[in-house]
């Protein structure tokens, strides 16, 4: 078994934040591509999104397992298995026109994904502690906001200049790249293997998912991603058909997008110390006004610059209640950080999978005004979840000094 040395935990650590994101670039690299792609595939509009919803229920559905498989058998060697399957995937996919073969490859994708990201995440949980910790996961939300700022940033161009397939022999290329580096400096980060016996690993998985302030934030995680994810799976079919831009403009716009998203969580690690509950009814109170603001404009003619300004505000409230509520659900169950990765990971993925395509299939989201329909109605389920998280934090905490 190769551990870590404690010389490369320096760049073992920033490799690990350098793969973090890799979930969100294998969604959004791609996203100012998917009307070509429906064009050149021949396949519907429809059929093109579902390959991201694809990846994400495969990501997110696999994290709930494996990080049990993470905590028994460690990070290190599953991670890099996952990396030389996810590059041949990649490369597949760029070689393949069947939607169909895209679909099973990003199954595969998924699979990978959660592997890396999750062993990733519990490797922090492994090698810190303290208040250090609690600095890096804090910074967990901020790092995988450059997935949505630099990847359809990239994508666009790549697509302007090469077509879609260059999206994939992308990621292929990158995530080759990470694993020679992982080989040179990684290493296994998990000092206490937990054996691998199924009564007791469900009993820790049923008692995380029965824990209420837990299972409510990753219902909060989801529907504030699942706003992102809307925006991502329709706006390019707006700008580039309804605002007839090009896909290096979709890519601008979900830049913006992204970068919001990432102040968002700035602002909520500066706010790390304020009083949880208000500065999240603050947000809250933001974004729903974001939202009519948008709605009110889409009535006198909507155009790009009304889509985005009100885009930007209401990305960075989800970017700011996100970082809050994934630190929280991160550490709520540190002794077995492996499969509480995986559960808020995977649930986050594959609620926001529901939540997104349950909302764009029901308003067939084509303009300005549907988008703000579709936030509206996600925004009001999070102020009717936060509620009960709050009282089911606020218990917790009640019991927690009725035993000290």
Request: hydrophobic share 50%; with cysteine; net charge positive.
């Amino acid at each position: 078994m190769k551990f870590i040395k404690e010389n490369h935990h320096g760049i073992s650590t920033v490799l690990a934040f350098a793969l973090i994101p890799l979930s969100g670039f294998a969604t959004d690299i791609y996203i100012p591509s998917l009307p070509a792609m429906a064009t050149d595939l021949g396949v519907s509009n429809a059929a093109v999104q579902l390959s991201l919803l694809i990846f994400m229920i495969s990501s997110g559905s696999s994290q709930w397992f494996i990080g049990s498989l993470l905590d028994s058998f460690g990070r290190y060697r599953l991670g890099l298995a996952a990396l030389l399957v996810f590059t041949f995937a990649s490369f597949s996919i760029a070689m393949s026109h069947n939607i169909n073969v895209i679909y099973a490859m990003r199954v595969i994708q998924g699979i990978c994904v959660s592997l890396i990201v999750v062993g990733k995440r519990a490797y922090f949980m492994d090698i810190y502690s303290g208040e250090k910790l609690k600095h890096y996961t804090s910074l967990f939300s901020i790092i995988w906001a450059t997935a949505p700022i630099a990847a359809p940033f990239l994508g666009g161009y790549l697509q302007a200049a090469f077509g879609w397939s260059s999206n994939f022999y992308f990621l292929g290329i990158a995530t080759l790249i990470l694993l020679v580096l992982e080989l040179k400096y990684g290493g296994e980060s998990l000092k206490t293997f937990h054996p691998f016996k199924m009564e007791p690993i469900l009993k820790v998985y049923g008692a995380m998912i029965k824990t209420p302030d837990f299972s409510l934030g990753l219902v909060i995680l989801a529907l504030c991603y699942g706003m992102v994810i809307v925006h991502g799976m329709t706006s390019p079919f707006i700008i580039e058909h309804v605002f007839h831009y090009s896909a290096v403009v979709t890519g601008y716009c979900s830049l913006l997008s992204g970068l919001s998203i990432m102040i968002g969580g700035i602002i909520s690690k500066s706010l790390i110390n304020r009083p949880f509950t208000k500065k999240i009814v603050a947000a809250l109170t933001l974004q729903a006004l974001a939202i009519i603001g948008m709605m009110v404009t889409s009535g006198f003619g909507s155009n790009l610059y009304t889509l985005m300004a009100f885009t930007v505000v209401i990305h960075m409230v989800s970017g700011f209640v996100f970082n809050n509520l994934f630190a929280y659900c991160l550490g709520r169950f540190s002794k077995n950080a492996g499969i509480a990765s995986g559960i808020t990971g995977g649930s986050m993925y594959v609620l926001t999978s529901i939540f997104s395509y349950g909302i764009g299939s029901l308003l067939t989201i084509k303009s300005q005004a549907l988008l703000a329909e579709a936030y509206l109605v996600m925004a009001l389920v999070l102020a009717i979840i936060f509620t009960l998280f709050t009282r089911a934090r606020e218990a917790h905490h009640r019991t927690l000094l009725a035993t000290q």
